[in-house]
């Protein structure tokens, strides 16, 4: 262990200045640490890229990263399970799992996230016909709060697979993950622009797709429709050219983005006419490649998120609700609001335990005040029966989650048998989970 400088995360929302960090190399070592902050009684958590909006992974006890424990571990051919060690990034996977000829069943909107980390909060992508990436979890071996090894799977310990797959960091040390992959997929994806009303017919375009999400510039009466249709790799690639993808992905949707909103900064009242320019500007387009290339790009442009899962069916009222609020606000909203969809799933803590969701999310670029914005979307959301992303903004505490997730009381007693000491406890967990 080694003394430590600041830490803050990717959103720049949170700080912390951890009193050690460690960055184990070994599951021994991971055990040592684990032990070690328990008898210095100093709280302990693993940080993965940093990539939570919220104090999720923030400690001022021991941070560790786990950036020595990546790689695969091991390949079940018959089944298409893959075992990695927790740190894995997701960028990695591509590469990682060619030799095997699989990929993950689903991705979000981004490949820089650990394993460990975008399955502990929920992380999701978008098709109704699939969970999010912890739905995917078939085993797991953690370190617990006293330094040790358990492993979980459908055959050992079977009953915590449903609070182990989404936990929170709360329950342990992560260091291997099984995951249900599946034959590698190219997407066919179609982007283009449609009017705002096709938010009414939500629920039919998540179910006539593989993946379907939308975009809506606030201010406007447009929105950018994704859907992508999975199709098998012999069928051939028809990527946008590297210009193109260029042109598309890292000046349109990150270096015409940062200008726009920096624009709309120092002059508020022209941000309605950038995002009219917007919709006429991006998304018109169509290709066909590897599926993570088609699932996630670059984010470039720094901002703040909050996302809320709904049932599904309360989308289209939340989305007019939002509008309706924006128009009378007067704030002056440059980054777009997300739409997106998921099957329902049985991890106790996951957004979408129990119900279809849909997710909708709000942004606002990093050098504006997000606050004002995002409690009069929470309040919206909130209405609706809505379950914020664990790893983005919300104002929420233990109290509001033990009415909106059924099975929050059995979450707190496996928290209560694997760390009962509390070694992974942190203000955040604190909040939403409580002592
Ligand atoms: C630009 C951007 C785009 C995003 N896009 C999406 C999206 O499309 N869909 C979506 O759902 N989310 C999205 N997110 C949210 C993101 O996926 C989650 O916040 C995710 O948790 C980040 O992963 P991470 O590796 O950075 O984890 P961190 O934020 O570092 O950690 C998250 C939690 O996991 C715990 N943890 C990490 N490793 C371990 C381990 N080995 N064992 C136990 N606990 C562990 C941490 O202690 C913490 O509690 C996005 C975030 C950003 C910044």
């Not at 449903?162 to 982007?191: N, S």
Request: with cysteine; glycine share 8%.
């Amino acid at each position: 262990m080694r003394s430590s400088a600041p830490w803050r995360n990717w959103g720049r929302t949170e700080a912390s200045r951890p009193a050690f960090r460690a960055s184990p190399a070994s599951v021994d070592e991971v055990q040592a640490v684990v032990r070690a902050a328990r008898e210095r009684g100093l709280p302990l958590k693993v940080v993965g890229a940093g990539h939570s909006f919220t104090a999720i992974a923030a400690t001022d006890g021991i941070l560790v990263d786990l950036d020595q424990l990546q790689g695969v571990r091991g390949v079940d051919r018959e089944t298409g399970r893959v075992t990695l060690a927790a740190g894995t990034r997701l960028h990695q996977l591509p590469e990682l799992l060619a030799p095997y000829g699989l990929a993950l069943q689903n991705m979000g909107d981004i490949d820089r996230q650990s394993i460990a980390g975008a399955t502990s909060t929920g992380t999701h992508g978008t098709g109704l016909r699939f969970g999010g990436l912890a739905t995917t979890i078939t085993g797991a071996l953690l370190v617990t709060g006293d330094g040790s090894l358990l492993r979980v799977t459908e055959d050992e310990n079977a009953e915590l697979l449903p609070a182990v797959r989404l936990g929170l960091g709360a329950l342990g040390v992560l260091v291997e993950l099984e995951i249900q992959c599946v034959p590698a997929y190219l997407l066919h994806a179609v982007e283009h622009p449609e009017d705002f009303e096709v938010i009414d017919e939500f629920r039919d375009r998540v179910e006539a797709a593989d993946h379907f999400e939308l975009y809506w510039w606030p201010h406007t009466d447009r929105v950018m429709t994704k859907t992508n249709t999975r199709l098998p790799v012999e069928s051939g690639r028809k990527p946008v050219g590297p210009v193109a993808n260029w042109v598309e992905e890292r000046l349109m949707s990150n270096g015409a983005l940062a200008v726009m909103c920096n624009v709309g900064r120092v002059a508020p009242a022209a941000t309605p006419a950038i995002n009219r320019l917007a919709t006429k500007v991006y998304g018109d387009r169509e290709y066909t490649d590897h599926s993570y290339e088609v699932f996630t790009a670059p984010r470039n442009v720094r901002f703040r998120e909050m996302e809320y899962a709904l049932p599904l069916d309360e989308v289209p009222a939340a989305l007019h609700e939002l509008r309706a609020m924006i128009d009378a606000s007067g704030w002056r909203i440059g980054f777009p609001v997300e739409v997106r969809a998921a099957a329902a799933d049985e991890n106790w803590m996951s957004t979408a335990h129990g119900r279809e969701s849909g997710y909708i999310a709000v942004h606002r670029y990093v050098k504006d005040d997000p606050t004002e914005y995002f409690r009069a979307a929470q309040e919206i959301f909130l209405a609706h029966g809505g379950r914020p992303h664990w790893g983005k903004m919300h104002t929420l505490d233990h109290e509001v989650f033990a009415e909106r997730y059924p099975r929050f009381g059995d979450f707190l007693a496996v928290r209560n048998r694997l760390d009962p000491d509390r070694v992974f406890q942190n203000p955040y967990l604190e909040r939403v989970l409580g002592r």
